[in-house]
């Protein structure tokens, strides 16, 4: 799979396309796939010129409400998370694998091979200096691995010259706190290399 996302389909240092012509090419190919022809999709917000970008997995109802990811309890989390680091949603650039509502569960190895382009090349346009990977999707997606978050989780992962960093997603620290101590550890380490770079 790493090989099709990877084929030239978009270059990190010199893209070709913008935000809108990702997202109307995505919504474009996604009317011919019965699974995606009529779900209501929930794309990115934030600063395209953002050092860090968030992606997560996929949006939730209060997402789809404001049309706009990272919304609810969730987003609260994710706010107080960036603000530890001295980042706020004004300078982060914020979106997710999965463009639609999702539990997971439903989630098929072809959904996540049509996204997961779609993520390289709005990735490509903003350039991070870091990718903030939250849980188990986008962290098989990017990382193109079938390890658990928690085995990959707090060490930087460099992928055509963009550093990933997976930790756990903040819905999930909502139904386990326990896990906000490792949180907080992995995001230091973005907050120190953000400081070196």
């Known amino acids: 799979m790493q090989n099709d996302l990877f084929?030239?389909?978009w270059e990190l240092n010199a893209p070709h396309?913008?935000?809108s012509?990702?997202?109307?090419e995505m919504i474009d190919k996604a009317k011919s796939i019965p699974e995606l022809a009529n779900r209501f999709f929930v794309f990115s917000q934030g600063d395209v010129n953002a050092t860090i970008a968030v992606v997560g997995e996929s949006p939730g109802p209060p997402d789809a409400a404001a049309e706009k990811p990272f919304q609810g309890p969730t987003g609260?989390?994710?706010n107080r998370i960036l603000a530890s680091i001295g980042l706020n949603r004004a300078n982060t650039y914020l979106t997710n694998i999965?463009?639609?509502i999702s539990a997971g569960d439903e989630i098929t190895p072809e959904l996540m091979k049509f996204f997961t382009p779609f993520v390289w090349r709005e990735l490509a346009v903003v350039k991070p200096k870091v990718v903030l990977l939250l849980g188990n999707t986008p962290t098989k997606s990017l990382l193109n691995t079938k390890q658990p978050i928690s085995k990959v989780r707090g060490?930087?992962?460099e992928i055509n010259g963009l550093m990933l960093m997976p930790t756990f997603n903040p819905a999930y620290l909502l139904r386990d706190p326990t896990k906000k101590r490792e949180v907080w550890e992995d995001v230091k380490r973005v907050r120190d290399f953000l400081k070196e770079t």
């Open 7 to 9: 084929n030239g389909s």
């Open 17 to 19: 396309e913008t935000l």
């Open 21 to 24: 012509e990702i997202k109307a």
């Open 76 to 78: 609260d989390l994710l």
């Open 98 to 100: 999965v463009k639609y």
């Open 155 to 157: 060490e930087f992962h």
